[in-house]
């Protein structure tokens, strides 16, 4: 099974697909070799206008049609993701870096969101009543309108289509501009889901940076907008578009703690930290990177979690001899590798270095690899533990009692995901309350599923509603109250 590789891949406007006719332009490289694939060109202004143009033409017509027929409209799209799912796999690989396998879960996750979007007619009803004689009242779900959602490198396919499936079955159109790092992948998916035969204009695809992302989210003619991207980047799309009344759902970055208390089962919580710090490079918003251990359990945790780290194999993701790949790009290999420097040039001690990391298999030098690395000995409150490195990192605290432990984990800007590794009902109880975060993992990894809401909190999310569970039924409609005499 071949990766489909789009030497230039092209926007989708207005129904058509087209070379942006911008100036600028970015290469697109295999992360395993550093070899050239592609270039992606660039939306000029021009570009994002049309498309939004495009996606406020198609609204009337769309947002017409009854729920159950979107409804057919995603069914059809997840049908045809289901038959290309290993080559859409395959592209994932080569465009993002991560394994097959974790491809292959990315894929996965996909078709479980199209399914969970599929089901709104389950919660889609209005509420009515009687509220005098002879008058009712009932409260209709009405679409907001032409929608715009910026993804990220590390999801290039699942994102793009949960924020497709859900805007589309609540009867909006959408605008995409997904990451200009891996933009191959999301292209293979959206050309997947033009198959189904969506009328023109109500998904429209652009490519492009910084400058793509102001114009789309500002556009006056966008109503609602959805980001997953680092803290900084999360917080200006919220202000720029809330400045404006736009509803936003802006998703930022992590520094997620993983508390190993002292009666943990420890091959259990090793096992559970090496899977969650490592699992596709490091380069999930949901990685537990800030381990904080009791002092009776320390030494132990800290060596199994090397030796079991030592394992893992990296190289290239389409090698099935690997089970951690490359990062997606040169930049995050300089970034992630200087983070590590200036950590050790802080007072941290690399007791595993990934730094120089030799990848097998067919995957070569030029590749953008950092082994699995653990750093102990880190400042707690420092700069080397307070940035977000999405990188396979993990810094290890100590901690003397349990408060203390909560304390540390809670010392944080960010609040995405927490974990506590224990035996103790008590003492998953004490943490569950005392965290600060919104997804906490009791003895597991709080990665929620697609039906359940993710609850990112602190400057890991601005806005009022989240993505996942029922959230973006709330986001993508509105309510109008209809009062009626009869």
């Known amino acids: 099974m071949n990766a489909r590789v789009e030497e230039q891949p092209r926007h989708l406007i207005g129904g058509q697909w087209r070379a942006g006719s911008g100036t600028a332009s970015r290469d697109v490289f295999d992360p395993a070799t550093g070899t050239r694939i592609a270039e992606v060109g660039f939306a000029s202004d021009s570009d994002v206008d049309d498309a939004v143009s495009a996606a406020e033409q198609a609204f009337g017509p769309w947002s017409a049609l009854s729920l159950n027929r979107r409804v057919q409209y995603v069914q059809r799209m997840k049908s045809l993701v289901q038959r290309d799912a290993e080559e859409l796999a395959h592209t994932v690989s080569l465009d993002q870096g991560k394994t097959l396998d974790e491809a292959r879960g990315e894929v996965g996750r996909l078709m479980e969101a199209m399914d969970c979007a599929a089901a709104a007619p389950m919660f889609f009803q209005s509420a009515s009543g009687n509220i005098a004689a002879g008058l009712d009242a009932r409260h209709v779900r009405i679409p907001v309108g032409v929608c715009a959602a910026v993804t990220p490198a ?48 109500v998904l429209n ?69 090496v899977a969650s710090a490592y699992g596709m490079a490091g380069q999930r918003c949901l990685a537990g990177t800030r381990i904080v251990a009791l002092d009776s359990v320390y030494t132990a945790l800290v060596d199994r979690v090397v030796e079991l780290a030592s394992e893992l194999v990296v190289g290239g993701g389409r090698d099935p001899k690997t089970t951690m790949g490359p990062v997606v790009s040169a930049g995050s290999k300089q970034r992630i590798e ?108 709080p990665a929620p599923p697609m039906n359940m809401t993710m609850g990112g909190l602190g400057t890991s999310f601005f806005g009022d509603t989240h993505i996942c569970g029922d959230g973006p039924l709330h986001f993508y409609t509105d309510h109008k109250l209809v009062v009626s005499r009869w």
């Open 154 to 201: 590390n999801f290039p396919v699942m994102n793009p289509a949960q924020f497709t499936a859900w805007s589309l079955v609540c009867g909006n159109t959408l605008v995409l501009k997904v990451s200009e790092q891996d933009p191959l992948a999301s292209t293979h998916l959206v050309r997947i889901l033009q198959e189904a035969e969506l009328p023109d204009g």
């Open 205 to 273: 695809l652009v490519h492009g940076g910084a400058d793509t992302v102001r114009r789309l989210v500002t556009h006056p003619s966008v109503a609602a907008v959805s980001c997953i991207t680092s803290t900084p980047v999360a917080k200006a799309i919220y202000v720029a578009a809330s400045a404006e009344g736009k509803r936003v759902q802006a998703n930022g970055g992590a520094k997620n703690p993983i508390v190993v208390a002292d009666d943990a089962d420890l091959e259990a919580a090793a096992s559970g930290i």
């Open 338 to 445: 200087e983070y590590v420097t200036s950590a050790v040039g802080g007072g941290a001690r690399a007791v595993l270095d990934g730094r120089g990391v030799v990848p097998v298999g067919e995957a070569t030098s030029d590749g953008y690899f950092v082994g699995p690395t653990v750093l102990v000995d880190v400042e707690p409150g420092s700069s080397a533990d307070c940035t977000e490195v999405f990188g396979p990192v993990l810094n290890v605290h100590r901690a003397d009692s349990l408060d203390s432990a909560i304390r540390m984990a809670n010392d944080t800007e960010f609040g995405n995901a927490a974990t506590i590794y224990t035996r103790s009902g008590s003492t998953a109880r004490a943490f569950e309350e005392g965290s600060t975060a919104g997804n906490v993992g009791v003895n597991a990894f």
